[in-house]
């Protein structure tokens, strides 16, 4: 099990083995949770991608708006 050490200005080098697992992930969601610390992947502007692939397939908010009002309709 590869392991992580904490340097004097609070610093975690992640092993080579598990950064490879994530790539083109700059940046982990970090929480206590029973003890154990837990990094979570996060892409600061995810949203901004979304947008980008919605102008890309020409979905407008209106066009958005629509489907939620028919989805909540079933």
């Known amino acids: 099990m590869p392991i992580a050490k904490k ?3 609070n610093q975690i080098t992640l092993p080579r083995s598990v ?3 994530f ?3 700059s940046y982990f969601e970090v929480r206590e949770e029973d003890g ?6 996060v892409r600061p502007n ?3 991608e ?3 692939k919605l102008a890309a397939l020409k979905i ?5 708006a629509a489907a939620v ?3 909540r309709k079933r």
């Open 7 to 9: 340097t004097s200005k």
């Open 19 to 21: 950064v490879e697992r």
């Open 23 to 25: 790539p083109g992930v």
């Open 36 to 41: 154990r610390i837990i990094l979570r992947p």
């Open 46 to 48: 995810a949203a901004d």
């Open 50 to 52: 979304v947008r980008r």
């Open 60 to 64: 407008q908010e209106r066009d958005i």
């Open 69 to 71: 009002r028919w989805a």
